[in-house]
DNA sequence: GTGAAAGCGCTAACAT
DNA sequence: ATGTTAGCGCTTTCAC
């Protein structure tokens, strides 16, 4: 019987020798159609195809990869701060929209979990040892050690949200994917204006993050005058959204709007209102930002929010990184910054 | 200025060669010492070392997998249905603990992310082509067609959770690994029998998924002549775990004692109980499954639940996976499945 | 348009 | 213990 015995070695595969030889033509010709096989007359190529399909050849990609200097696999790299990455919904799409885009560019996707301060060595040597042709990070914190890392390695990479380093120590732009921050937060905060609201407090993310900071910037640049009170600092999360709440409520019991930097900080928000007997939106209008799968629509009242594409952005990243590739292989300028719009979506908070 | 200006070609990157001539050695000298130096003379080897250092000299992974025949990576695969694992605590602990014990082997993880139906083929042709030594799956469906893909390839793999097909179609068992979880379901019974429980309910999961009906095997193994009223079925889900507790109610008024087959229905049954007046636990005792982790904590009263060590399986998968690759390259056996055992962790709701 | 031939950088026999 | 040598399977000039 032909078929494989428990205890026998695995077929060796065949290479295109063995096609050529099958096609009666060269190893060269076979090369060129199975890369696209510009240049082939049809014939040929046709006969090629069969002895490919006959075979079942499939191009060796370590032999492919030592001439043409690609691997075909790009590293994404998940720093140990957002180790939570999996269980945030935000990263979640991010991840799939650039398994899309790089599926569609028939490249790998190599995860990178750094998983300790100890890590980043490993990762850092991994990155030099040209495993692979370009790297994808998530910038969350202006302190992260990975942007060193990969310019080290002098490793082409996009980062997703603006890093807090605008420019490298070269001067060099440094190509990031990112959402209009400022302008989603400005567009909220002119809506709350527009319902002829007065007293509109802000409740915003880690000083550390530049989403934060931009949401902040877009708030500011509608409300030159706010007085600081009405400003509160959160995490980006449901609890700290709460305690921010209580505090605004505490310092300024008249306020009648609440523009929180994200959508969890605004649900927590939200309970505090509710508990503290104010009504939303009557009383209070509240306005998020991200617009989260299932938190946004399903609070009560569903929220107001300004939504961002965030598979979009994920899918921006691996495309800019893609398209660097070729161009810095040839000595061109890294990618410019992309920046994607946001809107406004209403609901029922605000 | 040796800095590279921006329009400059990255610089060539030191080869095997390279090192040896600086060492003054052959590129068989060099080789044996980067791979771990077996057989080579102390002082030679320091040279060596030193050579490598200076030139910051790293092994080009093609060319080593060229002749090596490895490609020092292993495929993880996510099927569809899953596509909200990184959503899901579960998945997320299980991937961490692949790469942790990946990283640990110097193996790289390739994401493979299956999008949709179209996707298995792309994803066949992949683990066909060579790119990885190995695979991991989870097998949440019996009807799952990643098991055949992996069978063609011909690649070995190990599955997270029991598959529905025991052992493959030449009759080989298939590798996995799993929590005990019919022996935790049965601990989960019997200490509610021990409670003093006469009339204890199970809401299960989906039949088709090995975790459900096993952990109903383990209920029926201690409550044999229990009535099929007492059994409900639901989806893993919170939601559908209230449904089912809505039905049981209605069916078995007298129940004192539920054991769900998982904590998201467990929580969700909680709410029915408690909105219909049923104490928990004096007037019904409550178990679930998984420990899951903000879950079984933060509800009121914190589950009763049967842990499984998600990460360690995980990191089991890929060491078992790791293991049968040197194995199955000799044409030996392909590993045994591994249970991994539960402990029940006693709180308040039962 | 097609083929011949020269490597890509490395490991593993085989010599020494 | 170290060096020599022959490829691994592919792409890519360069002739024809």
Known sequence: MPEPSPGSRPAPRPTLEAVAERAGVSRATVSRVVNGGAGVRRPLAERVRRAVEDLGYVPNHAARSLVTRRTGAVGVIIAEPEVRIFSDPFFSQQIRGISRELTAQ???????????????????????????????????????????????????TVFGGRPGWTAGADG????????????????????????????IAHIGGPPDQTSATDRLDGYRDVLPDAEPELVAEGAFTEESGARAMERLLLRCPDLDAVFAANDLMASGALGVLKARGRSVPDDVALVGFDDI???????????????????????????????????????GPAPEPVITPTTLVRRASA
């Open 106 to 156: 028939d490249t790998q996707l190599v995860l990178l979990l750094v998983d300790g301060p100890g890590d980043y060595d490993r990762i850092g040597r991994y990155l030099a040892g040209g495993h692979v042709d370009g790297a994808l990070a998530f910038s969350l914190h202006t302190d992260d050690p990975i942007p060193a890392l990969v310019r080290r390695a002098a490793l082409p």
């Open 172 to 199: 060099q732009a440094v190509p990031y994917v990112d959402a209009d921050n400022r302008g989603g937060a400005r567009a909220a905060v002119r809506y709350l204006c527009g319902l002829g609201r007065r007293r």
């Open 293 to 331: 799968d299932p938190v946004a629509r399903t609070t009560d009242p569903p929220l107001t929010t300004v939504r961002q594409d965030v598979e979009g952005q994920g899918r921006l990243m691996a495309r800019l990184l893609l398209r660097g590739l070729d161009r810095q292989r040839e000595g």
